[in-house]
């Protein structure tokens, strides 16, 4: 008993001192002026990272403008024609792709997106997130579509549903709850991804919301920030860190408020 | 009630279907598990499917609203006449037939998603069947004849999981008879219930036979020799015998089906 508390605590130590390191450092240096104000030269006081802030959620919203319905289409085509070769395809390279270090989608990217357009944009980083997040939400579609009674489709046939009617009103939308908190795991994957997006969004210290311009985000400001020699970055690098766990906590929490509004009793 | 029972006076007359199989048969592969099977369904009655397990009477039932073909390597041959039409002829839609010849699982199948008042106007809603003012009288109509309104009608608005399973089967029987079919077909649908919802289901079933023809699949004889008019008795998916189900139990023609429901095998 001594010897599993003893690993807990050890197991834990770390990340106690880290959420108690960030929140001290990271809160010390966050002020509103951190989500409104453009980042200041160095030597001048205040500044923030309203830039990086908007640029993380529109990659991550085009990265899942993109991914989402090609993610779930691929995942409902898989669970509904398992065992076929296509289907089989599908899972394996969902497999194969969510093992890809992350740098080497960011390479695939520049090398498809970044090269044939001559520079870098907020295009080329949202289309490697949108990458990341792929596999994520196939392999998480086709599981919670295997989960649906098959009855369930059956009776929507019987009841003279169409097949398209019967697959979109009945199966996917039982299957709703669990594919939403595992695409809020996605989304909060792809927010803390930093390398992929070095040489494809590769930051900006000024406003752009264009896909055609480079753009900044998040961990790339703290990238940034945190390996520079100056002691107001650095801190500003903290408050970013911690901006970005926050974000990440609280769609933990949301994705587990969406996995628990399952529907009363399931269905045997 | 008064005016439940005016919506009901709107209903078009009764028109329970004379529903036939002709030289039937299914396959799953090259498995087939119905051979040749040629009955006739009597409107206004009850018929029973007797058998022992894996005889192949739901795969029977599945037939006759075209639900056995979208099963993975499934086919079917000969014909199922629903009164004069051959509902495998090319040009009729198996959509169009499922609304006529409804199908109730073994096990409740409401859908989770929906609320209980959704769920009975489920089907009607996927064929576009009526406009939206009388979908309450629809659904209050059902449920009925689903001898369920008394439980439910003041939480229509609930999930169907808050449900018991007796009264989940008896929803889907509600769901099923909204979309007013011809013929109502059962795959044992009280394997999965308690006695004192078994009893209601199976009153409710005879009750019904006035205005849906009715097609049950049982294991249970003593269920059989209660609810239903007629029985059939199937065995390695052949229709070894069809008869009145008083004659059938009391004075068997061939020596399969007596052996069965004395009890000697299955």
């Not at chain 1, 770390?14 to 450092?25: D, K």
């Not at chain 2, 007359?13 to 299914?26: D, N, Q």
């Not at chain 2, 006529?100 to 609320?115: D, E, G, H, I």
């Amino acid at each position: 008993m001594a010897v599993v508390v003893a690993a807990t605590a050890f197991a834990v130590s770390p990340l106690a001192a880290l959420g108690g390191h960030l929140v001290r450092e990271g809160g010390a240096a966050l002020h509103w002026s951190f989500f409104t104000a453009l980042p200041a030269p160095v030597g001048e006081p205040g500044g923030g990272m309203a830039n990086a802030v908007v640029g993380t959620l529109l990659l991550v919203s085009i990265a899942s403008l993109m991914a989402i319905p090609v993610g779930v289409g691929a995942g409902l085509y898989a669970a509904e024609h398992r065992g076929r070769p296509l289907a089989l395809a599908v899972r394996f390279v969902s497999e194969v792709l969510s093992g890809v270090p992350s740098i080497v989608i960011g390479i695939l990217s520049w090398e498809f997106v970044v090269r044939p357009m001559g520079h870098f944009s907020a295009l080329a980083g949202a289309v490697a997130l949108a990458i990341i997040m792929l596999p994520l939400v196939a392999r998480a579609t086709e599981e919670m579509v295997l989960l649906v009674p098959s009855a369930l489709f059956e009776t929507a046939l019987a009841l003279g549903y169409g097949h398209a009617r019967a697959v979109v009103r009945v199966v996917l939308r039982t299957a709703l709850p669990g594919i939403l908190t595992a695409l809020l795991v996605a989304v909060a994957r792809v927010a803390g991804e930093t390398a992929p997006l070095l040489f494809t969004a590769f930051g900006n210290h000024f406003w752009s919301v264009s896909l055609r311009e480079p753009v900044s985000a998040l961990p790339l400001q703290i990238f940034t920030y945190a390996i520079s020699p100056y002691d107001d970055w650095r801190a500003l690098a903290w408050a970013g860190a911690l901006v970005l766990v926050g974000l990440a906590v609280i769609l933990g929490i949301a994705a587990r408020v969406t996995m628990r509004h399952r529907h009363g009793r399931r269905v045997r | 009630m008064a005016a439940a029972s005016a919506d009901r006076a709107d209903v078009p007359p009764v028109t329970t279907a004379r529903l036939a199989a002709e030289g039937l048969g299914a396959y799953y592969g090259p498995t087939r598990v119905v051979r040749d099977v040629t009955a006739s369904f009597t409107p206004g009655r009850v018929t029973a499917i007797v058998g022992p397990s894996g005889c192949g009477k739901s795969t029977l039932l599945r037939c006759l609203n075209r639900l056995h073909e979208t099963g993975r390597d499934a086919r079917t041959t000969g014909r199922v006449w629903l009164d004069d039409v051959d509902v495998y002829a090319p040009d009729v839609s198996a959509v169009a037939v499922r609304r006529q010849v409804a199908l109730v699982m073994q096990r409740p199948t409401p859908f989770p998603t929906l609320s209980i008042e959704q769920n009975v106007v489920a089907g009607l809603q996927a064929a576009h069947a009526r406009p939206t003012a009388d979908l309450r009288a629809v659904t209050e109509d059902a449920l009925r004849r689903a001898a369920l309104w008394s439980e439910v009608s003041h939480r229509l608005r609930a999930r169907p999981g808050t449900l018991s399973e007796g009264q989940q089967q008896r929803l889907c029987i509600a769901r099923a008879l909204a979309t007013s079919p011809r013929v109502l077909l059962l795959d044992e649908p009280t394997a999965s219930l308690d006695p004192l919802s078994v009893q209601k289901i199976e009153e409710l079933v005879y009750g019904l036979r006035d205005r849906v023809t009715v097609v049950m699949v049982t294991h249970n004889m003593q269920q059989a020799a209660r609810v239903s008019d007629e029985t059939a008795f199937l065995l390695h998916g052949e229709l070894v015998e069809m008869a009145a189900t008083t004659t059938l139990f009391t004075t068997p023609g061939d020596p399969r089906t007596e052996a069965y429901i004395t009890g000697r095998f299955g």
